[in-house]
């Protein structure tokens, strides 16, 4: 603790260095958001909307969906655990359903003054309360096949809990995160599945899922990147590069804060110098995908035949923003989207039967919608 005050003294006193945007053309930065430095480590998300942070090593936090905090403990983990096997570590975060929702963990054993680092040569998984940020207990991975967890992801379907170790993701069966698996009595849990060589050359500070995919967040030096992994096949793509100046930490995929996928990154620039954003300061970049399609909704969608009617409709892109500018057309009328994506056309269906409205607007794939007259 001493020293993390000493790094935080002397980060205040740097100046801000000028960001380098190296961003893929499929996602845009769109802002940036200024946190403690005491939310280091990682973030997730429930389905209440509320956002959790854990850092510097074992603290855990929790704010509303604008970063106000609402709840904190400066170390989650259980006192039993701390002493042995000695955990003292707390990784990038997930959220799943299990349980009424919960907060895995990812634990391990970590000294920099020591070697090796790892000094118990453990990982665990621990389960923590979201309402009241409190332990509840922890689950012991198998150190045959990893010796330590340094992140958690839950899969879509919350069935999947997925880590690393060396150069292989690791996926534990969500099920097997249970308080009959509990230490110190339960047993060691193994993975479900295994991706050989799967973890990106820049390796992992956070991961989150976007659809299907894996999203994972790494560094070499000061070029930053989120890949993607295929966890199907295993095939990576890049997704985001930028140039900066500090330490790539969680990853995390909501609607909110101006963005969809939320980058943590802390002031801590590995090769010196001042940091890209605000020193003594954590920073979450904020990210959405290069829109591709529109979205169409109509109202009403069951006219009655040989009524003139007024229809309404609303044209996002797919990343659930309104598209101002686009064309809709209904029985040979049409009509320009304002900025809130909004569009009326009054016409009367003259008989029975389906009719199709359309979107479309210069770069994005357009969309369709169905009406059905009746009597």
């Known amino acids: 603790m001493k020293r993390l005050a000493a790094l935080t003294i002397a980060l205040a006193c740097l100046t801000v260095a000028p960001a380098h945007a190296g961003t893929a053309a499929d996602w845009i930065q769109q802002g940036r958001s200024t946190m403690p430095f005491t939310y280091f480590q990682g973030i997730t998300h429930d389905d209440r909307g509320r956002l959790f942070f854990d850092g510097i090593c074992c603290g855990l936090y929790r704010t509303d969906a604008k970063l106000k905090e609402e709840a904190a403990t400066p170390n989650a983990i259980d006192p039993a655990a701390q002493q042995d096997p000695g955990f003292n570590h707390i990784g990038d975060i997930t959220w799943d359903k299990a349980e009424g929702g919960r907060i895995i963990l990812p634990l391990e054993c970590y000294d920099p003054t020591k070697t090796p680092a790892n000094t118990c040569g453990i990982g665990g998984l621990g389960v923590a309360d979201p309402d009241t ?6 689950v012991k991975l198998d150190p045959a096949d990893i010796p330590k967890a340094m992140w958690a992801e839950a899969s879509p379907d919350g069935k999947l809990i ?20 509990a230490q110190p009595a339960g047993p060691s849990i193994r993975p479900a599945r295994r991706l050989v060589g799967a973890v990106p050359e820049h390796g992992i500070t956070g991961a989150t899922f976007v659809g299907p995919r894996l999203f994972l967040a790494g560094q070499d030096g000061d070029s930053f990147q989120v ?7 295993g095939e990576a793509r890049a997704e985001i590069q930028e140039t900066i100046k500090g330490e790539s930490e969680g990853l995390d995929t909501f609607r909110g804060l101006g963005g969809t996928l939320h980058w943590m990154v802390m002031p801590v620039p590995q090769a010196g110098g001042s940091p890209t954003f605000a020193p003594g300061k954590g920073t979450l970049l904020h990210y959405k995908a290069q829109p591709t399609a529109l979205e169409l909704v109509v109202t009403p969608r069951s006219p009655k035949a040989g009524r003139r009617t007024r229809f309404s409709f609303r044209v996002t892109d797919d990343n659930g923003d309104p598209v101002k500018g686009a064309t809709v ?15 009326k056309i009054t016409v009367t269906p003259p008989r029975t039967g389906r009719y199709t409205a359309s979107a479309a607007k ?13 009597r």
């Open 133 to 138: 940020l409190g332990w509840k207990y922890w």
């Open 227 to 233: 890949s993607s992994v295929d966890l199907t096949s």
């Open 162 to 181: 997925w880590t690393s170790s060396g150069k292989d993701l690791l996926a534990y069966n969500a099920a097997d995160v249970r308080p009959a698996n």
């Open 329 to 343: 057309r209904l029985l040979g009328s049409r009509a320009r989207t304002d900025a809130r994506g909004r569009a």
């Open 362 to 374: 210069k770069g994005l794939k357009g969309a369709k919608a169905v009406v059905r007259s009746s």
